[in-house]
């Protein structure tokens, strides 16, 4: 089939890739000269495990094609698929802005009988909107119908998500359409579930909210345990062995960040006061996950006195999960603006994050590994689970440092171990 993604995000890129390897002719449109000429090379905007190979590979083959050109590639397209960014408004509501913008452009090209879906993470109604705004630019001849064929890739592992998802959500008031994006989506498997488009909409809203909900309901019990002298990672790993519940998504530890479970929380409130209802369990939800970020601090606080006025803090990880350079509202930009605000220099190490961290973080020193960044250090912060990060050696560590400190933000540790060679450690709940 000749489809056409618009964006070449995480979403975009990965899923054009992956219907390109299938054996599908798979334009990618994109607004940034030098990002399409980069991108027609195989040199790719993003880190994610596996990408670049499929990528080349596809180009290699002629099954991808980057482009600036909508008259290029729309005309030609079955189907249409609308991937740019929903980021949050001042307010949280999503800015669907770029969604409307490229829908503009994208309708004066269509041509014969086309499906266009977003996959990107939209409130229930807009799809609706972008119906309109086709029928208002679109030639007469064209014809056309919308879906919500929303996205659950994780960061780092969104090749394998893409190719063997758990559900494909098909959501459409049209036959055609319907038909046309299960014969796309059959060889990747997985579930299909056809439905409404608004009922498709909110679907990715629900799912990221209940996953964030999974987060924080740990974080919850995590802290409580701290204070009842329970071991709240035990109990977690008990409470997940029952198949009502499941076990992933029960990690307590330094709060999610990301480019979506925040974002799609926040646009999932706006969606809630705009229609009248009140969703407070899913304030809490953010409520207790800005608690367990500011928990770091305090911990780092209690291991070093309560003064950090000068002190020397290795911060180990800075993206928001292992295997992404994404910063996108990661934990550790609030925990280090706040140990920074405290008086504490920080140096920091991420295996490869470190390059988009220095856009943000400005007042803080990058150290070139785990080694360095450790010198002189009072107190380690380890803030993702790279795997690097799980077998260092510690007593190396504990050498190089001023002081023998540990905050274990994502509980990789074996507390006992740990103790045992001589440091003073806290985790999360345990
Ligand atoms: C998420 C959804 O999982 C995915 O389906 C959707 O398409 C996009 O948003 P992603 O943002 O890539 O994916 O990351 P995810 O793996 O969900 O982790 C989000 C955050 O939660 C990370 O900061 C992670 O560290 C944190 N997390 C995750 C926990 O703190 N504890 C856990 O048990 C799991």
Redesign the pocket.
């Known amino acids: 089939m000749k489809i056409t993604f618009i964006g070449h995000g995480y979403v975009g890129l990965v899923t054009a890739s992956v219907f390109a390897d299938l054996g599908n002719t798979v334009w990618v449109i994109g607004h940034t000269k030098e990002k399409i000429e980069n991108l027609k090379k195989g040199v790719i905007p993003i880190y994610e495990p596996g990408l670049e190979g499929i990528v080349k590979r596809n180009i290699k083959a002629k099954r991808i094609l980057f482009t600036l050109d909508h008259k290029e590639a729309i005309p030609e397209s079955s189907a249409v698929f609308i991937a740019v960014g929903t980021p949050p408004r001042e307010n949280g509501e999503a800015d669907l802005s770029s969604i409307f913008e490229v829908t503009k452009k994208l309708a004066p090209y269509l041509s014969g009988y086309t499906v266009v879906a977003t996959k990107s993470t939209v409130p229930v109604g807009t799809n609706k909107k972008i119906k309109e705004i086709i029928n208002q630019f679109k030639s007469q001849k064209a014809d056309f119908d919308v879906a919500s064929v929303p996205?659950?890739?994780?960061?780092?592992q969104a090749i394998s998500d893409t190719q063997s998802p758990d559900r494909v959500i098909i959501g459409t008031d049209s036959k055609k359409a319907e038909d046309l994006l299960i014969e796309l989506h059959e060889p990747i498997g997985g579930k299909h579930i056809l439905t409404t488009i608004e009922t498709a909409e909110m679907i990715k809203y629900a799912?990221?909210a209940f996953?964030a909900t999974?987060?924080s309901f740990?974080n919850s019990i995590a802290s409580l345990s701290e204070i009842t002298g329970a071991d709240g990672v035990g109990v977690l790993e008990a409470v997940g062995i029952d198949k009502r519940i499941g076990s992933?998504?029960?990690?307590?530890?330094a709060?999610?960040?990301?480019?979506?479970?925040p974002k799609d929380i926040k646009a999932l409130l706006g969606i809630a006061k705009t229609s009248g209802y009140d969703f407070g369990l899913l304030k809490e939800v953010n409520k207790v996950n800005d608690q367990a970020i500011k928990g770091i601090v305090n911990k780092s606080k209690r291991l070093l006195d309560g003064n950090l006025e000068n002190k020397t803090i290795a911060v180990l990880g800075l993206s928001?999960?292992p295997d992404t350079d994404d910063m996108r509202d990661a934990?550790s930009i609030v925990i280090i603006n706040s140990l920074v605000k405290a008086g504490a220099k920080i140096k920091a190490y991420d295996p490869v994050a470190m390059k988009n961290a220095e856009k943000i973080l400005k007042r803080i020193t990058f150290s070139k590994d785990c080694y360095q960044a450790v010198e002189g250090a009072d107190l380690l912060i380890l803030l993702t689970e790279w795997n690097e990060f799980r077998q260092l050696d510690l007593v190396k560590i504990k050498k190089l440092m001023k002081k023998p400190n540990i905050v274990d933000g994502r509980n990789i540790y074996d507390p006992k171990k740990v103790k045992d060679l001589g440091f003073a450690y806290i985790g999360v709940g345990r």
Do not use: D, Q, V
Not at 151 to 156: D, T, V
Not at 248 to 253: A, I, M, R, V
């Open positions: 996205e659950f890739l994780r960061e780092g799912s990221n996953l999974k987060i740990a992933s998504f029960l990690s307590p530890g709060g999610f960040g990301g480019s979506c479970l928001f999960k934990p």
